[in-house]
């Protein structure tokens, strides 16, 4: 059983940083890419960033210049580094990852979700 478990979401003023973390954990053999979405209220999920294993990254134009991906491969971990937060990104962020176990390659895995919400 493989877990995606996120953390550091929460209440920033525009302008302000923060930064998300997703740690993997379970019976994992190996992990593609990783990446971060987000879904704003009553709109649909969207790609934020995503990291291959080779470290080949991928952004939406909605967020170059301002957020940064990097992962730790030995802690199965993904980071995403918030700077320069504007309201529009207020949005429930996701992790995702694609996981190969025992029981087979290249599943695809969601973590709970996290807050984060950009207001004076």
């Known amino acids: 059983q493989v877990q995606l478990v996120e953390s550091g979401g929460g209440l920033v003023q525009p302008g302000g940083s923060l930064r998300l973390s997703c740690a993997a954990s379970?019976?994992?053999?190996?992990?593609?890419?990783m990446g971060w979405y987000r879904q704003a209220p009553g709109k649909e999920r969207e790609l934020v960033a995503t990291?291959?294993?080779?470290?080949?990254?991928n952004y939406a134009d909605s967020v170059k210049g301002r957020f940064t991906i990097s992962r730790d491969n030995a802690k199965n971990t993904v980071f995403l580094y918030l700077n320069n937060l504007e309201a529009e990104d207020t949005a429930v962020y996701y992790c995702?990852?694609?996981?190969?176990?025992?029981?087979?390659?290249?599943?695809?895995?969601w973590g709970q979700g996290t807050q984060v919400t950009v207001s004076p």
């Open positions: 379970g019976s994992i053999s190996s992990i593609s890419t």
């Open positions: 990291i291959t294993n080779r470290s080949y990254i």
């Open positions: 995702n990852a694609v996981i190969s176990t025992a029981a087979g390659p290249g599943h695809n895995y």
